[in-house]
Each structure stands twice: as C-alpha cells, then as structure tokens.
C-alpha cells in the first residue's frame, strides 16, 4: 500500500522560506519520477514541481528560481525548498506518485502554506 505524507507546511511572511517533506512508504523512491502539486481555494490543482527518477527537475513558470524539490532515496522522502514566498503562493500543497504501468495517481493529504503580505 503506497502511502504519502506532507509535512512542513506554515504559515509565513512574505519573502520567508518554508521547506514540505512528503515521506512516502510502500515504495523506494530510487528511480521514481514524484511531484508536488497545489490548490488555492477556487482554483484547480496545478503542478509545481517534478523531479524525475534519475533526479532531473522542472517547475512551473510562477515558482521556477525559488523552489527547489529534491528527494532522498535513504529516507524515501520528497522534499520542496520554497524561498521568496509570495501571498500567491498560498495554498494546499499536495505531493503525487504516478505508476507508470497502472496509470494510477496516489496522493497525500496536503499541507496548508499561507504566506502574508
């Protein structure tokens, strides 16, 4: 049974850091491909970061030279650096393993980042 969990979530002001962890279990993180999603109230869930088995990394546009993701196969943990935070990158941050052969999506439960102004 594959099962995420995120922690680290915050509430902080503009221009501070925050670091989410997303512990996973039922699977070894070497070789997997994970992500981190989020969801601002009203709008649709959206990627943010990606970081593939072999480590390469992409962002969206919004978050891309302040976010950072990196994962720890030892610990089988995804990690999401989030520097500069801005008001708009409040929201639900969720991490998200996708299998490959059974096109299934699992989920953890997220982790509220509010970020005043």
């Known amino acids: 049974q594959v099962q995420l969990v995120e922690s680290g979530g915050g509430s902080v002001q503009a221009g501070g850091s925050l670091r989410l962890a997303c512990a996973v279990s039922?699977?070894?993180?070497?070789?997997?491909?994970m992500s981190w999603y989020r969801q601002a109230p009203g709008n649709q869930r959206e990627l943010v970061a990606h970081?593939?088995?072999?480590?390469?990394?992409n962002y969206a546009d919004p978050v891309k030279g302040r976010f950072a993701i990196s994962k720890d196969n030892v610990k089988n943990t995804v990690y999401l650096q989030m520097n500069s935070l801005k008001p708009e990158d409040t929201a639900v941050y969720y991490c998200?393993?996708?299998?490959?052969?059974?096109?299934?999506?699992?989920w953890g439960q997220g982790t509220q980042v509010t970020v005043s102004s």
């Open positions: 998200r393993y996708g299998n490959p052969i059974t096109g299934r999506n699992y």
């Open positions: 039922g699977l070894f993180l070497s070789n997997r491909a």
């Open positions: 970081i593939t088995g072999g480590g390469l990394t």
